[in-house]
Nanobody, 115 residues
Framework: QVQVAESGGGLVQAGGSLRLSCVAS????????MGWYRQAPGTQREFVAN???????NYEDSVKGRFTISRENVWSTVYLQMNSLKPEDTAVYYC?????????WGRGTPVTVSS
């Protein structure tokens, strides 16, 4: 059973920064892909960014140049550095870890950006 736990969310003013962290544990197999989705109230969950075990990254267009995803493979840990935050970035951010064909999800961490 893979457990995924996020941390680092909070309240920040527009233009500020936050760093989210996520740790995957409980499997002898490390995640091949880890990433982030987000869900704002009344909307569907949307892709934000992901990173492969080889370090290849993908970003949703609206966060390119502002968000940076990175990972520590040894610890199955992924980070999302979020800069120049905007009110429209307000959402619950969910981390996932892809292990042996299954996406394992965390419970989410809320991010609120005030204008």
């Amino acid at each position: 059973q893979v457990q995924v736990a996020e941390s680092g969310g909070g309240l920040v003013q527009a233009g500020g920064s936050l760093r989210l962290s996520c740790v995957a544990s409980g499997s002898i197999f490390g995640p091949t892909v880890m990433g982030w989705y987000r869900q704002a109230p009344g909307t569907q969950r949307e892709f934000v960014a992901n990173i492969t075990i080889d370090g290849m990254t993908n970003y949703e267009d609206s966060v390119k140049g502002r968000f940076t995803i990175s990972r520590e493979n040894v610890w199955s840990t992924v980070y999302l550095q979020m800069n120049s935050l905007k009110p429209e970035d307000t959402a619950v951010y969910y981390c996932y870890a892809h292990v042996r064909g299954i996406n394992n999800w965390g419970r989410g961490t809320p991010v609120t950006v005030s204008s």
